[in-house]
């Protein structure tokens, strides 16, 4: 009897850890929205329970360092590869060995020591209003052509979008040219820069400008029924262009995530960047989010077909996290405010 009664314990005991490990802590700067659907699949098809933690991607940052080894965090999902680096540089993240994640995600869109990987793609182009200034332009570099004078709206240099851009083209052009670029475009600019991406697109289409860089995502969401009306009729005015395409190739970007060191419940930790690189989550990171799929062979979002395939950047992007400083450097001596 002493020893079912012990059996039955250690079974009892068995399954409530078991049933205690079935969760997962995930820390995002992602939108909740856009990432609940995501979570609820990975849920019905894991029976893991997912506690999300949503934030600005610099607060979850500095909230992880300071709470330390005691963290309950288990996975960092972030916005641009320069914040995974900087993630990375931070000491948080662990590497994975992971034959799923080698397989689906290009080595361009991963960390060389796979303690990140990308999750999502996003190209950030050129978009015009005008016709005829689109056909002038082809690539990044001529948005410093003094013939484009007071016709470019784009965010501050604080946003890491633009900073990624720079420390691409740093990486391309080297450093002095691409000093000298900036300050060409900075020249440009018809407005300081104020405002997110989908503000640039409504400058645009009410004339304050006529071209605008911005993440595609943000438009196709303008043009989708998530936008509103005056949104709608905003983004139907843009036109995207697909700059570098002889050479380079359009920037491109990714959202990603990494497990921390940390964390108390690793292996599903595992699991969820796994199932957020797997034909169902990528599918609907380019239904729900406009976003390009990391992975190969994803159908697009009707929206993102309608612009046309484009030649990205081949870039590891593990490179814009490298030059990320010395693009910050650059912007502010160009005087990119």
């Known amino acids: 009897m002493k020893i079912a009664l012990t059996l039955i314990t250690a079974i009892f005991l068995g399954a409530c850890q078991q049933h205690a490990d079935e969760e997962v802590n ?5 939108n909740e929205a856009l990432m609940k659907p995501l979570l609820d699949a ?16 610099d607060a979850l940052l500095t909230r992880i360092k300071s709470e ?32 799923t994640l080698d397989k689906a995600i290009p080595s361009q869109y991963r960390d060389p020591q796979n303690q990140w990987f990308g ?29 484009l004078a007071k016709q470019i709206c784009i965010r501050s240099s604080g946003n890491i979008y633009n900073q990624s851009l720079v420390a691409a083209a740093i990486e391309a052009n080297g450093e002095a040219s691409t000093e000298t670029w900036v300050k060409g475009l900075v ?43 005056d949104d709608l009729q905003a983004g139907s005015k843009m036109t995207v262009i697909w700059p570098n395409q002889e050479d380079r190739g359009t920037h491109v970007n990714v959202s990603g995530a990494g497990v921390l060191k940390t964390a108390p419940n690793k292996n599903n930790a595992i699991k969820l960047i796994e199932f957020l690189a797997s034909d169902t989550a990528q599918k609907l990171y380019a239904e ?15 929206i993102l077909k309608s612009w046309g395939t484009f030649k990205a950047d081949p870039l590891p992007l593990s490179k814009l996290g490298e030059n990320n400083a010395d693009a910050v450097k650059l912007m502010d001596r160009a005087g990119w405010k």
């Open 68 to 99: 330390g080894n005691n963290s309950p965090a288990d996975v960092l999902l972030t916005t641009d590869a320069g914040r995974l680096h900087r993630a990375k540089l931070a000491g948080i993240f662990t590497a994975i060995n992971s034959a």
């Open 119 to 147: 999750l999502s793609v996003r190209a950030r182009p050129i978009m015009s209003t005008q016709a005829a200034t689109q056909m002038a332009i082809t690539r990044y570099e001529d948005l410093a052509d003094p013939l």
């Open 42 to 57: 990975f849920s019905q098809e894991t029976g893991i329970k997912v506690n999300l933690i949503s934030s600005k991607a």
């Open 288 to 302: 729900v989010n406009f976003e390009y799929p990391v992975k190969v062979g994803i159908e697009l979002h009707p």
């Open 187 to 229: 020249a440009n600019f018809a407005r300081s820069p104020q405002g997110g991406d989908r503000d640039q697109i409504r400058a645009a289409a009410a004339g304050q400008c006529s071209i605008v860089v911005a993440n595609t995502y943000y438009l196709a969401n303008m043009l989708s029924n998530k936008g509103n009306a």
């Open 26 to 30: 995930l820390y995002s700067a992602r």
